[in-house]
């Protein structure tokens, strides 16, 4: 079975540091994909990135990066210069090929000015 | 093209009343999953239906819970005889035929809330 673990429950930074969200995960299948989206106070779920397990190209869009290493069964992601806008709870999610997408327990960030 | 519809955004009830939740997937997405959100944690799936037929329903409580899809018109997911601790955010998710199949994303709605007094 699938499984995601944010072992970050809550991380507070000062604005412009630099700040990386963990993500660990289990599954048995070869192909799958990982997710992350953020819920920020008002509630919805914002998609962020979708990377399939056979692209571990990381990624950077903006001030956000992705690092996915399949040796570690990671997928973490950075914020760089973190801004109070970014004050929200991150999920890590995972999907194996048809089947449900599974999410970790999320990490609260709160980014002080 | 709109997204994932759900309605009611918030729904209040008394504990012992019924509480019904819609959600209308995106146009083409014939896959839908209900997740729950206590307060302070994360989502937690509870089942997965096509049209007609639940998939998976191993997240789903025993009682109380029931969830359909019907072949027209959008999923119900419904509480009876509800209690406090059914207080939570509702969310719905779509994808389209072979879902995973093909990006593995899920398409999710706005949440539904619901508070039990």
Known sequence: ?113 | NAGVMQNPRHLVRRRGQEARLRCSPMKGHSHVYWYRQLPEEGLKFMVYLQKENIIDESGMPKERFSAEFPKEGPSILRIQQVVRGDSAAYFCASSPPGLAGNTGELFFGEGSRLTVL
């Open chain 1, 1 to 113: 079975a699938q499984k995601v673990t944010q072992a970050q429950t809550e991380i507070s930074v000062v604005e412009k540091e630099d700040v990386t969200l963990d993500c660990v995960y289990e599954t048995r299948d070869t192909t799958y994909y990982l997710f992350w989206y953020k819920q920020p106070p008002s509630g919805e779920l914002v998609f962020l990135i979708r990377r399939n397990s056979f692209d571990e190209q990381n990624e950077i869009s903006g001030r956000y990066s992705w690092n996915f290493q399949k040796s570690t069964s990671s997928f973490n992601f950075t914020i760089t210069a973190s801004q109070v806008v970014d004050s929200a709870v991150y999920f890590c999610a995972l999907s194996e090929k048809d089947s449900d997408m599974r999410f970790g327990a999320g990490t609260r960030l709160t980014v002080k000015p």
